[in-house]
């Protein structure tokens, strides 16, 4: 195979990202690469790391940016917790943490270090090294505030992320982490399990009645699926996640593709957890009367 037909197929495989180490390593010489550049068929991004044209995709910068830093450098923080989906799409500089030796940020790229970084804690996702779930978190935990980190453990646990006892080992493992404290105290607070359907609906049925709200019909089906709370004159659907938690990631996809099919068929879906049932009552209450004055 030509080396441009290997060069390819890696980038393919990353995103659409190649560094200048890799194009030489394929067998394109320096004349060959400025060829490229020129021809439009490789965009520089950063220094010593390039765009293949017609290939790179939305995750192109993310893969970039640990290219760009060099072996070792894994997606983290902010950006590892959107690669996971436990956090918001981002803008801006690129987050990354550099194991075994100091990092310099650069124009696109924020560089966190780490002397050393434990095997459990890093791993690679969609084909971008990046931090371990239960890692992000902890470094999530020192760039965010309780209440977005509280929605990020949550997520990551809808997501079947975290398996079994992962907290401790997780602190076992980072001592002196600064995002020790406020993780544990997130968790903490999470720590009642996730309700029964049987409960879940009970309490949300307490405060549609405590707010003179209409009533709902409970587990009703509404195009050949069935949902936990549903107003059809309002054509509002909700669910409640709170028993969810530990299910698997397809149901969540399942979940997820109903949801559409709802809302392609004129329906509103709100869902809300357990969380917000026993720590957010009100604004429960509050986001049910705004779905329902709508209609």
């Known amino acids: 195979m030509p080396p441009d037909r290997l060069l390819w197929e890696l980038a ?3 995103h659409g990202a ?6 030489i390593g394929g067998g394109l010489s320096g004349a060959q690469t400025s060829r490229l550049v020129a021809g439009g068929w490789l965009r520089r991004v950063h220094r010593g790391v390039y765009l293949v044209g017609p290939i790179h995709g939305p995750l192109a910068r ?5 290219l760009a830093v060099g072996d070792g450098t894994l997606l983290s923080h902010r950006f590892a917790a959107e690669l996971w989906g436990v956090g918001p799409e981002l803008c801006g500089a690129v987050e990354v943490t550099s194991v075994g030796r100091r990092g ?11 002397r050393r970084l434990a095997p459990a804690d890093a791993t690679t996702h969609r084909g ?10 902890l470094d999530l935990a020192t760039v965010i505030g309780r209440r977005d980190l509280a929605r990020a453990v949550e997520q990551a646990e809808v997501l079947d992320l975290l398996r079994g006892d992962w907290l401790d ?5 980072n001592p002196r982490h600064r995002g020790t404290r406020p993780l544990r105290a997130v968790t903490q607070a999470a720590d009642p399990p996730a309700m029964t359907r049987s409960e879940a609906e009970r309490r949300l049925l307490e405060l549609v009645r405590a707010a003179g709200l209409p009533a709902p019909e409970v587990n009703h089906r509404l195009h050949g699926y069935e949902v936990d709370f549903a107003w059809p004159a309002h054509k509002l659907a909700v669910e409640v996640d709170g028993y969810a938690f530990h299910s698997s990631r397809s149901s969540f996809e399942r979940d997820r593709r109903r949801d559409a099919h709802l ?4 329906h509103r879906v709100s869902r809300v957890t357990w969380r917000q049932l026993t720590g957010e009552p009100e604004a429960v209450v509050a ?3 705004a779905a329902l004055a709508v209609a």
Do not use: N
Request: charged fraction near 15%; charge should be positive.
């Open 263 to 266: 809302i392609a068929s004129g």
């Open 18 to 23: 190649l560094a200048t180490w890799q194009l």
């Open 104 to 114: 310099r940020s650069r124009d696109g790229i924020t560089v966190h270090s780490a």
């Open 12 to 14: 393919r495989r990353q």
């Open 62 to 66: 993310l893969m970039a940016a640990t």
């Open 128 to 137: 971008i090294p990046v931090t371990a779930p239960g890692r992000t978190l």
């Open 287 to 289: 986001l049910l009367a």
């Open 169 to 173: 080992p997780l602190l076992t493992r």
